[in-house]
């Protein structure tokens, strides 16, 4: 019987483990360590920023669909891992200290066969002085987060009502933050929501963001076929916000949040600040901070993991200049180039580099998005993961037949702008690849004809119906299997 321990349960994580288990049966064990009693469907959390949705309708408890998959779920964190062993144990381990109340602080050891992290990131916040929850700005990054955001906002809502003009801040709040298109589609929302409330003339919202152009989203932006024309991401993006009336500020690098005031450097060096009643920002992604072991107790974290904290796999980390980049810089099997039986799914593995052209002010200051991996290639990577170990368990297949490079993997993103059927707007997209091919494609970077974009009130019914959809597959309902990643 082989032990396979899942470390996360997000999209990846959760993805990974549901395969593993339908396809290994009863012979092999499956095991999830997650810190969250909850599984979130991450999409939706603006939903809930803007009280459209309620917490409990973009989550659910992962212990009764685990118990009905048989798979044995532990509540806790990943501490320490140690690949080889040690301490008395002959098999590779890691030290998880548990997260629930009956236990919380308890620690044990899980010895494994297979590792998949599939940790998520950790919300840095502290990156970026006086950024996040409990200090001066809001999150939708958890759901959590999201019904404090709301509260806020709702707040906010009130004191426009009674005739007070208010400044919105909506963007990163860190010079290479990601997650760009979390932040567009709140600002997108707050602003159909002051609309619905017929308080445009109380409002002025403005866009802050490390992108170089609108549309970057830390993909490099895009060439999209729209109504017959080629259009870059940029003339969408800014077509947009032009529409809702948001301004923006772009090539801008948060450092520091005070109550009702947002610093920034420039891309040309100067420092400038920003004010607000309601900052919604994005923090900076970092790995979940596991270090690792070998079985002397010697600590050979930087042989595991980047020094970004995420776990590195099938990458070139070589660190090429920019005009060198290649699709197949990045991975596509996420096996860990040390030790053969740990894998990294979604944004746990370290990017060989940003997909955005890395930019620095005269001050040494990259302001440049991080590059995306969540969403769709997260639960894709989890899937193609767990087919591999699946395989090897199986089979003693060591070629790894299932791959999913974000050089050569499409992804589609709906960007909605209200909740409902009969109004609102909403933008819709496809992209193929994620990681522009320049070489294949030379002209546009990606496949015009599947890197698409369309806007109108049929994205909402898209986005409905996905929310619903991937809900229905992460509980394990009927033919959850069939629905794509």
């Known amino acids: 019987m082989a032990k396979i321990v899942v470390l996360g349960a997000g999209i990846s994580g959760h993805t990974a483990a549901a395969f593993l288990k339908k396809k290994l049966g009863r012979n092999h064990e499956v095991v999830v360590v997650s810190p969250s009693a909850y599984y979130q469907w991450i999409p939706s959390n603006i939903w809930v920023g803007v009280g459209k949705m309620s917490i409990d309708q973009v989550r659910f408890k992962l212990k009764p669909v685990y118990d009905r998959w048989k798979i044995d779920f ?13 301490n008395g144990f002959s098999k590779p381990y890691v030290e998880i200290e548990y997260t629930n109340e009956d236990q919380r602080g308890t620690k044990e050891v899980v010895e494994y066969d297979y590792l998949v992290n599939a940790t998520g990131p950790k919300l840095n916040f502290e990156a970026t002085e006086g950024l996040g929850p409990g200090k001066n700005s809001y999150s939708v990054c958890s759901c959590d987060h999201a019904v404090v955001t709301w509260e806020a906002l709702k707040s906010c809502f009130s004191r426009m009502e ?25 600002a997108l929302n707050v602003a159909h929501q002051i609309k619905v409330r017929g308080l445009q003339d109380k409002a002025e919202i403005t866009w802050i963001s490390n992108e170089y152009e609108l549309g970057d989203f830390g993909m490099g932006g895009a060439f999209i076929k729209r109504g017959g024309y080629i259009t870059p991401t940029k003339v969408f993006s800014e077509s947009i ?13 948060v450092n520091k949040v005070e109550p009702g005031m947002a610093y920034y450097e420039t891309l040309e060096g100067e420092q400038k600040s920003q004010a607000f009643d309601f900052a919604m920002l994005i923090p900076a992604f970092a790995g979940a901070g596991l ?14 993991f980047a020094p970004s904290g ?48 890395p930019m620095k002010s005269p001050n040494g200051t990259l302001i440049t998005p991080a590059p995306p991996r969540t969403g769709m290639p997260s639960g894709v990577i989890g899937k193609i993961v767990a087919l591999n170990i699946v395989e090897l368990i199986k089979d003693g297949r060591t070629d790894f037949r ?6 050569r993997m499409g992804a589609a993103c709906v960007v909605s702008a209200g909740y409902g059927m009969i109004s609102g707007n909403a933008a819709t997209m496809t992209v193929y690849p994620i990681v522009p091919d320049w070489q294949k494609y030379p002209t546009w970077g990606r496949d015009l004809k599947y890197t698409v974009g369309e806007a109108g009130l049929a994205g909402h019914w898209i986005k409905i119906f996905l929310h619903y959809m991937f809900i229905h597959k992460a509980k394990g309902y009927p033919f959850w299997w069939l629905l794509p990643e």
């Open 74 to 86: 532990k509540q806790a964190r990943a501490t320490q891992l140690f690949p080889e062993g040690g």
């Open 162 to 186: 009674k005739g007070e003009k208010l400044k919105f801040l909506i963007g990163t709040g860190h010079p290479g933050a990601t997650c760009q298109g979390a932040a567009f589609e709140y």
């Open 241 to 253: 916000f032009a529409e809702y009336g948001i301004r923006w500020i772009k090539r801008a690098g």
């Open 291 to 304: 270090k690792a072991f070998n079985k002397n107790g010697e600590e050979i974290t930087s042989l595991v």
């Open 310 to 357: 995420f776990m590195k796999v099938d990458a070139d980390y070589s660190g090429k200049a920019f005009e060198d980049w290649s699709v197949d810089d990045w991975p596509s099997t996420y096996q860990n180039p040390a030790f053969s039986n740990l894998f990294a799914t979604g944004i746990a593995f370290a990017p060989p580099h940003q997909i955005s052209k």
């Open 402 to 407: 299932h791959k999913a490079s974000m050089g």
